[in-house]
């Protein structure tokens, strides 16, 4: 227990509680201020039970013929039926009080929201059309040097070459440099942008943790924090 920046007591929960110190105190405080969280809430009509007193109420003006064979019916399944109500209530109160809610999972396929939030976390996504443009002409440079050996070299034995040696390998050499500067350029900008997208996100979740009210640490376990 904690008290202006001093520890004033130490040990176990229920032993401190039984100590009925400063951290007896603490605790009733927030078990107080959970339960006046639920009074609304819980004492508030059930929006289910009004909708079948309504109908009842209906039906019981439009067929008053019917009314004493109702009221045996509702004397029959009345106490069933409250206990049935009782229950789903306590069920609903029981699950406002829980303090560490159950961690909710998206099930099925990554929607495209998710991708485009991320590629427009890094420079707006500014870097993504240079990114493909580097890679489309990488792949260009790649075919063309294939294709200047397959067009400049000799076919069959008998053919003759249609370029000489040296402008061949210049060429060739061109077209593989060219190739090799701009998947040099691609690695450097998928790099940049994946850095800066992950330094974003990242300083984006700790200002929000570090800015986030105490009741969602008591609510939040810290290992569900840390693996985020």
Known sequence: VLKEGQIIQAGKYEDLLQAGTDFDVLVSAHNEAIESLDIPESTGPDPDE????QEQDQDSQSMPS????????TSENG???KKAIKEKKKAKRLRKKQLVQEEERERGRVSLKVYLSYMAAAYKGAL???IILAQTAFQVLQIAGNWWMAWANPQTVGDKPRTSSTVLLIVYMSLAFGSSLFVFLRAVLVATFGLAAAQKLFLKMLISIFRAPMSFFDSTPAGRILNR
């Open 79 to 81: 106490p069933s039926e």
């Open 50 to 53: 009004t909708t079948q007193d």
């Open 66 to 73: 019917n009314l004493d064979s109702l009221q045996n019916q």
């Open 128 to 130: 993504i059309p240079l």
